[in-house]
T-cell receptor, first 112, second 118 residues
Framework: ETGVTQTPRHLVMGMTNKKSLKCEQH?????MYWYKQSAKKPLELMFV???????ENNSVPSRFSPECPNSSHLFLHLHTLQPEDSALYLC???????????FGQGTRLTVV | AQTVTQSQPEMSVQEAETVTLSCTYD???????LFWYKQPPSRQMILVIR??????QNATENRFSVNFQKAAKSFSLKISDSQLGDAAMYFC???????????????FGKGTHLIIQP
């Protein structure tokens, strides 16, 4: 049990589907993150939320839409994705900038 | 922008031996944090060790230690007495002070795949 839980663990979706990834942290942290991990590439930071407010969007296409209803929950809404969006999507949380980030086990997304 | 470089895509070591994974980074900041994370096949990213840039002393965590050379912007990880359970992808990561209020994300290297030979 890491304190950061992601669901689902695996997701296969068509390019016209709409789906959502969910992340929940039980650590009392005030910052949450979405990362994308593709083969042969470094982890890419997608979004950062601090105290439920989005503070960073790393030029992510609008087909990815984050939502942070409270400091414990983070969603990533997906629509009209492309096959190149297939990747492992990792959620993380941290207390502040000086502490380490705790990661969930990720959602393996396949777009067909 | 900060960059993190791991020049070894793959490393192999015999069980019980010592291995060093290299990491260099580029930054104009003087205060920052560096991390090594381990990602086994289960995909869980697990913190191995953390180094604060303003601390001269190298961080140590049991069999894991770092060689932090601030002037050279180098942050290598040494694993002593390697065990089969150490087999994983190892990622070096950098975090700078936040630009505004709150935390910013980590910048990761591409990772090093560590193989432990029994």
């Amino acid at each position: 049990e890491t304190g950061v839980t992601q669901t689902p663990r695996h997701l296969v979706m068509g390019m016209t589907n709409k789906k959502s990834l969910k992340c929940e942290q039980h650590l009392g942290h005030n910052a949450m993150y979405w990362y994308k991990q593709s083969a042969k590439k470094p982890l890419e930071l997608m979004f950062v939320y601090n105290f439920k407010e989005q503070t960073e969007n790393n030029s992510v296409p609008s087909r990815f839409s984050p939502e942070c209803p409270n400091s414990s929950h983070l969603f990533l809404h997906l629509h009209t994705l492309q096959p190149e969006d297939s990747a492992l999507y990792l959620c993380a949380s941290s207390q502040d900038w000086a502490t380490e980030a705790f990661f969930g086990q990720g959602t393996r997304l396949t777009v067909v | 922008a900060q960059t993190v470089t791991q020049s070894q895509p793959e490393m192999s070591v015999q069980e019980a031996e010592t291995v060093t994974l290299s990491c260099t980074y580029d930054t104009s900041e003087s205060d920052y944090y560096l991390f090594w994370y381990k990602q086994p096949p289960s995909r869980q990213m697990i913190l191995v060790i953390r180094q604060e840039a303003y601390k001269q002393q190298n961080a140590t965590e049991n069999r894991f230690s770092v060689n932090f050379q601030k002037a050279a912007k180098s942050f290598s990880l040494k694993i002593s007495d390697s065990q089969l359970g150490d087999a994983a992808m190892y990622f070096c990561a950098y975090r700078s002070p936040p630009s505004g209020g709150g935390a910013d994300g980590l910048t990761f290297g591409k990772g090093t795949h560590l193989i432990i030979q029994p």
